[in-house]
């Protein structure tokens, strides 16, 4: 709706030959209209024009262009605004569209020039999924696939690093947890290597214990010579378990890229002189510094230690580049709050990156707050070093995916969420998803009982008829709130990717429910004798493919039955 709006106003504008830039937003709940253009106050600033006057031009020239299939009401409001609401025909055009096109809608062109990669979760393999890592997983999942539904080439990406210190540790942790367990599995010069590491950093749990006992199985014991390859298998491991517990979140990936490929590739030296060249580095203390100092960030970065062994920014710098190389020209990157001090100077090394190597990209970092766990009015504490805390696969077993998905989308990223546990089980209106369910699964009823007077195969027949009985059908309030907030859908799919957050989707679902449920109550589709309302029956079909839509965007089930 925004867009037709928008290419309307446009028009509008080009005629009058004024060239700004302006929104076009749904205005506050107390101002009664559906859209609101802030155009006036634009244009009197750059025109000098009075705003009241501006209004009058506008609202004649759109008359006179669309006459009343656009608005059906135009009003100025002081300082500048014009308010509209849309005339009937838009919105009912909208329905048509809806009902035809089913789980299509909307039909979007393919945006093939914009190749977008979203990565997310891309937790260290150092131990299983908690929920915070869940809410990641469902953020970028959902993210990604309203990007597919609006046409974008969309790839999901985990990020695995599976290199450096933290991987260090975790080896260690499991090698260690198999010498206590049996000495004999590994040798001395190998303990003692892992005594020194675990001394700074363990992991505990039972899935080190699990891991440990496997390694024993397949290799015996523990030397120098196998080393490197146990390594290996641990990571394996802990990623195997990870990838089990994203499938049954529902959350499937396109590709999981090692950190250790990229030290396999020719451009790491390519990288470090580039940097060097346009004197983005300097060497220090035989280590290698980018000087992040000088685009904000507090002080200069080490991206080669003394020792040779790159840093975990200098493997950001690497991975960002490669991401470009393989043609992506949109990235979007979605991590913990506990990365925020990392964002600028990871922009400022992709930019200059990019300003040197002419390549047309933007990255776009989104930071998520933290999930509490709510029990029984109080929050679980967690540590994923003392092995203390809730996994994902805990919390789905608990609650189910439906609504641990749900839930978790609930608000913007940049809010701390209460996961609260006992409302996820409650199977009542109370519960959101519940709530959304039980309209698609009423939607489902009054079909199935329209099906037992007339085919609903043979409705597609007769269609064009139905429509024109919608377009001359004198609505109620119920019926009108409902076809309006079905033909904002689309607006709130582009809201999402524009503001890179899904919670509007979820939002939106809610207060779908809520004025269908009101309908249903308000609103027969089936009068007395079996007489079907057509118009009621459209709008029936109109919101269980909306839902429908939306639900499979979110990958939760649409229920037919409750």
């Known amino acids: 709706m925004k867009e037709k709006v928008k290419k309307a106003l446009n028009e509008i504008l080009s005629i009058l030959n004024w060239e700004i830039e302006f929104d076009?937003?749904?205005?506050?709940?107390?101002?009664?209209?559906?859209?609101?253009?802030?155009?006036?106050?634009?244009?009197?600033?750059?025109?000098?024009?009075?705003?009241?006057?501006?209004?009058?031009?506008?609202?004649?020239?759109?008359?006179?262009?669309?006459?009343?299939?656009?608005?059906?009401?135009?009003?100025?409001?002081?300082?500048?605004?014009?308010?509209?609401?849309?005339?009937?025909?838009?919105?009912?055009?909208?329905?048509?569209?809806?009902?035809?096109?089913?789980?299509?809608?909307?039909?979007?062109?393919?945006?093939?020039?914009?190749?977008?990669?979203?990565?997310?979760?891309?937790?260290?393999?150092?131990?299983?999924?908690?929920?915070?890592?869940?809410?990641?997983?469902?953020?970028?999942?959902?993210?990604?696939?309203?990007?597919?539904?609006?046409?974008?080439?969309?790839?999901?990406?985990?990020?695995?690093?599976?290199?450096?210190?933290?991987?260090?540790?975790?080896?260690?942790?499991?090698?260690?947890?198999?010498?206590?367990?049996?000495n004999s599995s590994v040798d001395d010069d190998i303990k003692t290597f892992c005594e020194e590491i675990v001394q700074q950093a363990r992991y505990k749990g039972n899935y080190i214990k699990d891991i440990a006992l496997k390694v024993k199985s397949n290799f015996g014991k523990v030397n120098k010579e196998n080393f490197k390859q146990i390594q290996k298998f641990i990571v394996e491991s802990v990623m195997e378990q990870i990838k089990t517990s994203l499938t049954n979140f529902r959350v499937i990936f396109d590709n999981y890229f090692y950190e250790s490929s990229l030290y396999e590739s020719s451009f790491v030296e390519k990288i470090k002189e580039l940097l060097i060249k346009n004197g983005l580095v300097e060497e220090r203390d035989n280590a290698l510094w980018f000087k992040s100092a000088q685009f904000g960030d507090d002080k200069d970065r080490v991206i080669i230690r003394s020792t040779g062994e790159p840093t975990y920014f200098f493997s950001d710098i690497l991975y960002h580049y490669n991401k470009i190389q393989r043609g992506y020209n949109l990235l979007i990157n979605i991590w913990g709050t506990d990365h925020h001090g990392y964002v600028d100077r990871i922009k400022s090394a992709f930019e200059k990156i990019c300003s040197f190597e002419h390549y047309d990209a933007k990255l776009k970092i989104v930071l998520y707050q933290l999930v509490s766990l709510i029990e029984n009015k109080q929050r679980v504490s967690m540590s994923t070093r003392e092995g203390k805390f809730v996994t994902l696969d805990e919390v789905i077993n608990e609650v189910g995916v439906d609504v641990t998905r749900f839930f978790l989308l609930t608000k913007s990223p940049n809010t701390h969420l209460d996961f609260d546990l006992e409302l996820a089980k409650e199977h009542s209106l109370k519960n959101p998803v519940y709530y959304i369910q039980y309209a698609h699964t009423r939607c489902c009823s009054i079909l199935a009982e329209v099906d037992k007077i007339i085919s609903l195969n043979s409705i597609n027949h007769y269609l064009e008829e139905y429509f024109k009985q919608l377009y001359e059908h004198k609505f109620v309030d119920s019926e009108l709130s409902l076809v309006k907030k079905l033909s904002f859908y689309s607006d709130v799919l582009t809201l999402c990717i524009e503001t890179f957050s899904v919670?509007?989707?979820?939002?939106?679902?809610?207060?779908?429910?809520?004025?269908?449920?009101?309908?249903?109550?308000?609103?027969?589709?089936?009068?007395?004798?079996?007489?079907?309302?057509?118009?009621?029956?459209?709008?029936?079909?109109?919101?269980?493919?909306?839902i429908k839509n939306a639900l499979d965007i979110l990958n939760i089930t649409a229920p037919q039955k409750m």
Do not use: W
């Open 24 to 182: 076009v937003e749904e205005p506050p709940q107390e101002v009664k209209f559906d859209l609101a253009t802030n155009i006036p106050i634009i244009v009197s600033k750059k025109y000098e024009l009075e705003p009241q006057n501006v209004f009058e031009q506008i609202k004649n020239l759109c008359v006179k262009q669309f006459g009343t299939f656009l608005f059906s009401d135009i009003e100025y409001s002081p300082p500048g605004f014009i308010n509209f609401n849309l005339s009937k025909d838009l919105l009912l055009e909208e329905i048509k569209q809806i009902v035809l096109n089913k789980e299509n809608y909307p039909v979007c062109k393919p945006k093939e020039e914009i190749k977008v990669l979203i990565e997310f979760v891309s937790a260290n393999p150092t131990g299983p999924l908690h929920i915070g890592h869940g809410r990641s997983a469902v953020l970028g999942d959902v993210l990604g696939n309203i990007f597919k539904k609006l046409g974008y080439n969309i790839t999901k990406e985990y990020y695995v690093n599976d290199i450096g210190r933290q991987i260090n540790a975790l080896s260690a942790s499991v090698i260690m947890s198999l010498y206590e367990y049996d």
């Open 503 to 546: 919670h509007h989707l979820c939002n939106y679902l809610v207060e779908l429910a809520k004025i269908f449920h009101k309908f249903y109550e308000e609103c027969r589709v089936i009068e007395r004798n079996k007489i079907i309302v057509f118009p009621r029956l459209l709008l029936v079909i109109a919101t269980k493919n909306i």
